[in-house]
């Protein structure tokens, strides 16, 4: 059989290392790609939903729902749909902006994350990440800070059209001087809204967090604020409480520093923004700018697991 005929047959031919020929069918080259493409959709996949972050993610998302009648298409798997969740949330795309390798479409990833947001997934998911880190006593409940941060809104606010901007606030735990934090309740308002509004609803919002010893906690001892917290009223709520306030005095603390434990807070706002879909608000209805936030917190505080 001349080279020719081998071209012909096997659709690719070339020498070995033998000064041989070796030879390789079109449905081999093809294969050989589609497990490529696979192996690498596999890879992101894993990348950014470890399996860590996937086994307590399947105890906070509902069982998938059933078509009595039967039929209908083959549901995706919720780790592909997680993980394109997750790169939307990371990188600020649009839904149709999803690349095709994740499987799930733009409009089907959507779907889910707003069934899940009705669902209150990502609260979930943040609360069995804060168990695990207060099971291996990564929460250090000795102090924690809170601040709030403003956004523009594109397509309106919390209160209509008329709000072009809103408000993101949440508490989070300084363990040790330079050490990671936790978010440890986060919340959005209206951008109008006093900074002294959010405090009592941010403690309240603390859920109840496991332990490495002894019953669930959900109360800091002392609470940091700059001086937007800077009234009797709160500090006296705080201490009914037994929450100790540390908030900065109008005309008496200087306002070119953040204080020893204060800066800690904005710090973690900053790693929030490291979540770009939080940079500036596309999203119509509250509870999905929500629910995108929630999944940042999940996010910085699992980091914590993995350090």
């Not at 209206?190 to 019953?215: F, K, Y």
Request: a positive charge; one cysteine or more; glycine letters at 12%.
């Amino acid at each position: 059989m001349s080279d020719s005929q081998l071209v012909a047959d096997s659709g690719w031919c070339g020498t070995g290392l033998d000064g041989g020929v070796a030879s390789r069918t079109s449905q081999e080259i093809v294969s050989s790609g589609l497990i490529t493409r696979l192996n690498a959709v596999t890879a992101m996949v894993k990348r950014l939903v470890p399996d860590g972050l996937w086994e307590l993610f399947q105890r906070a998302v509902p069982a998938a729902p059933v078509r009595p009648q039967g039929g209908g298409r083959r549901r995706y798997g919720d780790r592909q749909v997680l993980a394109a969740i997750v790169f939307v949330a990371t990188t600020g795309c649009t839904w149709r902006q999803l690349p095709p390798g994740f499987g799930p479409s733009g409009p089907t990833a959507h779907r889910h994350f707003t069934e899940w947001s009705q669902a209150r997934v990502w609260g979930k998911l943040h609360r069995l990440v804060l168990d695990e880190l207060g099971a291996r006593g990564g929460l250090d409940w000795s102090r924690c800070a809170i601040d709030s941060v403003n956004m523009r809104a594109l397509k309106g606010g919390p209160d209509g059209p008329e709000s072009r901007r809103s408000r993101q606030e949440g508490i989070e735990d300084p363990p040790d001087h330079g050490a990671d934090r936790s978010a440890l309740s986060i919340g959005i308002s209206a951008a109008n809204t006093h900074d002294s509004q959010g405090l009592e609803p941010m403690v309240r919002g603390i859920p109840p967090i496991r332990s490495r010893r002894g019953p669930r906690r959900r109360r800091p001892a002392k609470l940091h604020g700059d001086k937007g917290y800077d009234f009797d009223w709160l500090r006296t709520w705080l201490r009914s409480r037994s929450i100790t306030p540390r908030i900065a005095r109008r005309g008496i603390e200087s306002s070119q520093r953040l204080g020893r434990h204060r800066w800690t807070v904005e710090r973690t706002v900053a790693w929030l923004s490291g979540c770009h879909r939080l940079h500036r608000r596309y999203e119509r209805k509250a509870e999905h700018f929500l629910a995108f936030a929630g999944i940042a917190a999940a996010l910085i505080c699992y980091r914590r697991l993995t350090a």
